[in-house]
């Protein structure tokens, strides 16, 4: 077992973690001897595993030092989801078991947090244990929530109903099928209001169901109302895409290729072949019939993280836009989807994000102030057809941020095969390679 000096604040937190005598509480098993490190991580996701990685990288830390909390048994590369409901990969390959992708080095503790006790350093797992800490990082991400709306669950578990969603490993897998078996009548597409993962990636599978009806000879973009099949965008948000530069292209996209955009449409419910939308003044609601059905569930940061003193009115851990620093416990930071940085939750933020946070975080345990400032950079590969990506690169604004724009002329809001082949097989390979290993920071490349 491996032993180091309590630094002052992991000796202060362990003063607040003393074992409960089990004869108090015959009935209760004993609370467990309290475990401190110097870091803790909440969440071994993108973010989770990329900073815990880059801090060890840093020398500056010995085994166990370092401890990740996740309470799931496999890590997932939700970018690939949008193509599993393409019909080019599947959920099965694009996972990982989660203990693979951890360094034997971190300690890892593989259940849930159940509660935060900022004032004393140290949280709580679902087991009852507490875990003492000098900093903590907290990046368990978005909680996806299918019974958000009324009557989804339902639509999605039933095999023989023509609703699917990219947004779970449950229900990403018939997503295609689906497609496959439409042959006529009205398809739907939803986006809800308020936060979401990847805000591309639910115009992103329209685009591709919209060419394999194309190819199949079920839609022509050109004399859409002749064609058997019609297509509707409903979204929450009044325009196709946050950034304007994007938002033109995609907006001229919809209109050439025959696409119905409702704007400001909100799916609350489904009912058999009903899809019903709430509208923003929040009177009146809209019914749609569909014939086939792709839905986006609202999200949002985990109870144990909205319930918490971390959390901001919007629920996300409260850091600073720049520093990646919580507004008030200067030990806690955040980073990927829970946190509250106002830019698109995106695998490709994170990239940009973990070297800010551990800089920053390092800077800190040597007595020094963070000297290192996050600028939103986020990016959205979205697919528009088969074989062609739209590569969004964007930061706080929003306003562009494009790695490959005025290289040899290059305008990303042109979609390009290149880009198709970086998100397909390029994206995926980095990842896992090098992204959760602490060694890859998106446009800025390999780190050492
Ligand atoms: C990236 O690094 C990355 O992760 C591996 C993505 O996939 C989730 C991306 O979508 C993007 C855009 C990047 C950024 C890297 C480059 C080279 C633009």
Same mark, same amino acid.
């Given at each position: 077992?491996?032993?180091?000096p309590?630094?002052?604040a ?6 607040n973690?003393?074992v ?5 509480? @015959?009935?209760?098993a004993?609370?467990?001897? @309290? ?12 973010a989770?595993?990329?900073?815990s990685h880059q801090?060890l990288?840093s ?7 370092? =401890? ?5 048994e ?13 019909? *080019?990969k599947?959920t ?11 360094d ?9 947090? =159940? ?6 350093n ?6 009852g244990?507490?875990?003492g800490?000098?900093q %903590?990082?907290?990046?368990?991400? *978005? ?13 999605? /578990? ?10 779970t ?8 099928p ?7 009548g009205? /398809?739907?597409?939803t ?8 805000a591309?990636a639910?115009?992103?599978i329209?685009?591709?169901a919209?060419d ?6 079920l839609y022509d973009?050109s004399?859409p ?11 929450? %948000? ?6 304007p530069?994007?938002?033109? /292209?995609?907006?001229?996209m ?9 704007f ?10 009903n ?10 609601t ?16 985990p109870? #144990? ?5 971390l959390a ?7 850091v ?8 008030k ?9 829970a946190s ?8 490709? /933020?994170?990239t ?9 975080? *390092?800077?800190v ?6 000297? =290192? ?12 057809e ?7 690169? #964007?930061k706080?604004?929003?306003?562009p ?11 990303q ?11 397909k097989?390029? #994206?995926?390979?980095?990842y ?9 920071a998106?446009?800025?490349?390999w780190?050492?």
């Open positions: 077992m491996f032993h180091r309590l630094t002052s992991a000796r202060a937190a362990s003063r973690l003393r409960v005598p089990a004869r108090t509480f @015959a009935t209760e004993p609370v467990s001897a @309290a475990r401190n490190h110097k870091v803790v991580v909440v969440g071994g996701g993108s989770g595993l990329s900073i801090l990288h020398g500056k830390f010995n085994a166990e030092d370092i =401890a990740i909390i996740d309470p799931a496999w890590h997932h590369y939700q970018p690939g989801w949008t193509l599993v409901g393409g019909g *080019l599947t099965q390959e694009l996972r990982r078991p989660m203990k693979s992708l951890i034997p080095k971190l300690k890892f503790y593989n259940d849930g947090v =159940a509660t935060f006790a900022p004032e004393n140290f949280v709580t797992l679902a087991n244990d507490k875990i800490y000098d %903590l990082i907290v990046a368990p991400g *978005l909680t996806v929530s299918p019974s958000s709306v009324k009557g989804l669950p339902e639509a999605l /578990a039933n095999p023989d109903a023509p609703v699917s969603s990219i947004y490993y449950d229900t990403a897998s018939k997503v295609f689906n497609i496959k078996k439409f042959e006529k009205t /398809a739907i597409f986006q809800p209001a308020g936060v979401i993962k990847c591309g639910p115009q992103k329209m685009w591709l919209l394999h009806w194309k190819r199949a000879g973009p004399n109302s002749s064609s058997p099949i019609n297509i509707n965008f409903a979204t929450g %948000l009044p325009v196709m895409f946050g950034v530069k994007y938002n033109a /292209a995609l907006t001229q919809q209109k050439e290729r025959g696409v119905n955009a409702l400001q449409h909100d799916l609350v419910e489904v009912q058999g072949n899809a019903i939308f709430a509208r923003p003044d929040g009177t009146e809209v019914t749609k019939r569909f014939d086939f059905l792709h839905a986006v569930p609202k999200m949002g940061s109870a #144990f993280v909205k319930n918490s003193p901001n009115a919007g629920g996300f851990v409260d600073d836009d720049a520093t990646t620093r919580h507004k416990f200067g030990n806690i930071w955040s980073a990927g989807d509250s940085l106002p830019t698109s939750k995106t695998a490709a /933020a994170v940009s994000q973990a070297p800010i946070l551990v800089r920053n975080l *390092l800077q345990l040597e007595g020094k102030q963070p000297d =290192a400032a996050y600028d939103g950079y986020t990016s959205c590969p979205l697919t528009t088969y074989g062609k990506v739209l590569l969004a690169e #964007f706080y604004g929003p306003e941020k494009e790695t490959f724009g005025g290289l040899f002329g290059i305008n809001a042109v979609p390009r095969r290149s880009f198709y082949h970086l998100k097989d390029f #994206f995926p390979w980095v896992y390679t090098h992204m959760v290993k602490g060694n890859w998106g446009p800025k490349g780190i050492n």
